[in-house]
C-alpha cells in the first residue's frame, strides 16, 4: 500500500494504489524535498461535474505534508525543465534553491534517495479512482518493511542481487540515477510483494506433485501462474508512473491508470514519482492479469476445442536442430537492429523468473545470473565497455541464420520474414544478409501488426517479406532495365497503399519489399562499365519513387523541374515536419536527390546530438545561387522585419520574377504543411495575401538596381 523509492510522490493503487516520490536533501538548506514531476491527480471533467483532483505541498516545520487539493493544481512540480529548456532541473520547495539534473543523478549515485509516500487512491464505485491523503497507519506501513528477514532459494537471494550491467543507462534508466541491481528497481514493499508471489508460485509446484500430478503437468501449469510475473512488473517498479488522461480545461475523459514500465517496449523507464499498485483488485493486480490471461486461453479453447498436438524446441537460429532440406516454411521476426535491447531490457524479468522457476525449468534458470548475450543478433546501444553488439556483428549474424534457414529448407520452401525500422541502414543490412545467404524476395507486404493493444511499440507497421531460394536459372539484367522496372513497380505499391492510407514514412519502409522482388529476379544486375549494381543503389531508388509517385506535382508543376535542394526540402517537410531525423535516414534521403547530407547542412538542416531538423528561419544571405525554399524561408522572415517592401527585396535578391510559379508553389506548399499558428505559416500567408503589392514592388526594386548597375557603368566610362 506505498510508494517509491525515494519518496512517494504520486499515486494509483488498487485496493488502494499509493502513489511514492524519491525525495532529495536541498544542497542549500539540507531539507528534504520530494521530487514531483507533475501535480496532477486526476484532471477535471465538465460531462460528469468532475472538478479533479491535484497535490499540494505544505512546509511544516523542517519537514513537509502532501495534501489532496479539489481542481487543478496551484504550485508547480520541483522537477521540471525551465522555460526554454528541454532538461530538467529539481527545485526546493522550501528555499527555491535549483538543482541540476546532474546534480541529482549525483545525489542518487551517493545513495542520497529517500522514498516518501505522498496520496493513496481508491476506487469509487468500481469507477474512478479518488486520491486522499495516507493515513499515519499507512505512512508507518510503508516504512516498515524489512526485506533482511526474507529467506534466501537455495543460492538465489530474496531479493535480485544480479548488478545491472554496465552501458545500460539508456535501458534500463534507473542505473543512470545510482540503482545498481535489479532488485533496487522497486521501493522495499513493492519488492516484498512479488517476494511473496514467487513464495506463492515456489508452493503451487510442490503441492501439485504432493496430490499425484505428473512432473510435465505441474511444471505446465506452474509456468502459467509465473507468466503472470512479467505482466505484474510492467505495472511496478520506479518506471511505473501515474497516467492523468485528459487535460486542464475538462474536456476530455479524466480517467487515470498505471502506465507501463517501457517506454515504446525498449527502455526500461525510470521516475521520481510513481504509482504503486496494491494487491486487491484492479489494473497490475494479480486478480487483474491472471484474469484476462485465463480469459484469452478460454476464446482460444472455444474456437478450437479439439486442437492439434505440437512439438516445440529451443536452439539458436544460428545452429537450427533439423535436417538439411527437410524443413517447409521458416517464420521469423528477427531482432530489429538497434531499436530495442531485447535481453537487457527483459532481465528484470528474468531474474524474478528465475526465482520462481529454477527448480521447475534448471535448463531455462539454471545458469548464469542473467540472461546470455553471446550471440544475441542486435545492435547495442550506448557505449558498454568491450561491447561486441555491433552493426557488422548484427550483419554477420543474420547472415549466419539466413544460411541456416536456406541449409534446412526444401528446394520448394518459403521463408517469411518479418521486419520493421525507420534507419535504412538497417534495412541494407538485413536485405544484404537475405541477398547473402541465397535467398530472393518474391512478394512483401506491409501491415500495422504494432501497438495493437499496449500502445508503446517503437513503430507502428512491420513489412512482412516472402522470400525463396534463388534459382541458378535467372537472367542477366542491365541497371537502366531495373530501375525502370523497380520505379514502376514501387509507384504502382504506392497508389495501393494511399488507397489503404498508409502514412508516408511507412511507405517509404515498404517500398524495399517491392524493389527487392524486381532485383531478386536477375541473377546479376550490370552497370554500363560492367561492374555489379549495388543493394543500395535500389534502396535509394526504391524511395525515390516513392517520393515521386507521392509529391509528383506542386501546385500542378512536375516536381522534376524544380532544383534538387528544394525537392529535398519539401519532401522532408511533408515527411518529418519539424521533427529531429537520425543521420541515417536523413542521408538517404538527400541521396534521392544525388544530394550530399554534408553540404545540405547549413543551407537546408541544422544538426543535433538527435538528429537533423529542418530549418525555416531565414538563411545567411540570398542570391541568385539560392535555392527556391531558401527564398521562401527569407520571404518569411523579411515580413516580420519589413513587410511587402522586405520581402520585394528578397525576391530581387535571390534574382526571381515577381510571377515565379515555382517561388510561389513552395511558399504555398510551407503553409500547407505548417499549423496556422505557426510564425512562418502566419507571416508566409501574409506574403500570398499581398502578392500583387509585392509584384509591383519587386519590379520597382528591379528597375532601381538596373539604374544603379548603369549608372556606375556610366561612372566607370567616364573615369576611363
Known sequence: ????????????????????????????????????????????????????QSLRLVPDGETWRAEVAKGCPDQEPTFSAGLGSKRKSARCMFCGHVHSLDTVKAMGVAGRYRDALLAVGEELEGRRKVFRP??????????????????????????????????????????GYGYQTYGELMNERQTLRFIETVKAIRAIYSELLEVGISPAYAATLTGYAAANLPRQLRRATRGAKLLSHGNGNGTAQNRVQVADVFSDESKLSFNFDYVEAGPGEGPGTWNSVSESGLNALKKVLEESPAGRPGSFRRASAVALPFRDRSVDAVITDPPYYNMIDYADASDLFYVWLRRALIDVFPDLFGGSDLQDKADEIIVKRGNAPGEHRTKDYYESMLGRAFAEAQRVLRADGHLVVVFGHS???????????????GFVVTSSWPSRTETASTGVASIKVTVTIGCRVASPERKVATAAQVDREVAETVKAAVREWDRDGLALNDQLMAAYGPAMEVYGRYSKVLKPDGTLAELDRYLTLARTAVRDATALRLDELPLET???????????????????VPKGEARFLAQ????????????????????????LDAPAQVTERSSTFEVARAMAAAWNQGATEAVAAVIAAGDRQPTDAHLWAVVGEIVRQLP???AVAKALAAVQRNTSTIATLVQRVASERRADQDQMMLDFTSEE
Open 134 to 175: 495516507p493515513t499515519p497507519e499507512e505512512r508507518r506501513a510503508a516504512t516498515s518493511v524489512d526485506l533482511t528477514a526474507c529467506q534466501p532459494w537455495g543460492s538465489l537471494s530474496a531479493v535480485p542481487s544480479e548488478p545491472i550491467p554496465p552501458g545500460n543507462q539508456d535501458t534500463v534508466r534507473a542505473s
Open 592 to 615: 534521392a536527390d544525388n544530394l550530399r547530407l554534408e553540404d545540405m547542412r547549413g543551407p537546408l538542416l541544422t544538426e543535433s546530438k538527435s538528429g537533423f531538423k529542418l530549418r
Open 676 to 678: 496556422p499558428s505557426d
Open 562 to 580: 524544380f532544383d534538387a535542394p528544394t525537392r529535398f526540402a519539401v519532401f522532408w517537410q511533408r515527411l518529418y515536419g519539424r521533427t529531429d
Open 1 to 52: 500500500m506505498v510508494g517509491l523509492k525515494g519518496t512517494y510522490a504520486r499515486l494509483i493503487y488498487t485496493g488502494p494504489r499509493t502513489s511514492p516520490a524519491i525525495t532529495i536533501p536541498c544542497d542549500n538548506c539540507h531539507k528534504r524535498f520530494p521530487l514531483i514531476g507533475s501535480m496532477v491527480l486526476r484532471h477535471p471533467y465538465i460531462r460528469t461535474g468532475d472538478h479533479g
Open 423 to 437: 534507419d535504412p541502414d538497417a534495412w541494407r543490412r538485413l536485405l544484404n544478409a537475405l541477398y547473402e545467404a
